[in-house]
């Protein structure tokens, strides 16, 4: 039983190193590939909408589905955390108003959960690939912080 249990835990980290790596890449990729906000120009190409969400206006379901799995998912599971900065840097510019301040109450604590899962990612590849971990929190903060402090 005990094998069984350390078998599942292993694989949980795994999981949670590799779906951390794909929020990175999915993270880098955005910054690339997607150039601003909505444009009316015809095509299938991403752009962001006013939460820095991705969205395409695809006319085909293909199109929106291999975007939103390439850019949407791994933007989307850093909202919380970007939001919250973003909250409370415009608090601090706005001599530390108690209305920004307190709208990011809820995006601090719904941040906890990635922030435990990208943590294990970490751990995980720091064990297996160190250089892979350094990369991997270098590119995770680099975006937190790039869409917190953008607003």
Not at 31 to 52: E, K, L, N, R, S
Not at 110 to 128: G, M, Q, T
Request: net charge positive; proline share 6%.
């Amino acid at each position: 039983m005990r094998k069984a249990a350390a078998r599942v835990i292993a694989i949980g980290k795994a999981v949670a190193g590799w779906f951390g790596l794909y929020v990175a890449a999915g993270g880098v990729l955005a910054y690339i590939i997607v150039p601003g906000p909505y444009t009316d120009a015809p095509g299938c190409y991403p752009f962001h909408d006013d939460f820095a969400q991705i969205e395409t206006n695809c006319s085909s379901a293909a199109g929106d589905l291999l975007w939103a799995f390439l850019l949407g998912i791994p933007r989307l599971a850093i909202t919380p955390m970007y939001l919250a900065i973003d909250l409370i840097w415009a608090s601090a510019k706005n001599s530390w108003d108690m209305f920004y301040l307190s709208r990011s109450v809820p995006y601090l604590i719904s941040s906890i959960p990635p922030c435990a899962l990208y943590f294990v990612a970490f751990s995980y590849w720091k064990r297996h690939r160190a250089w892979v971990a350094l990369l991997f929190a270098l590119l995770m903060s680099m975006e937190v912080l790039a869409l917190g402090f953008a607003g």
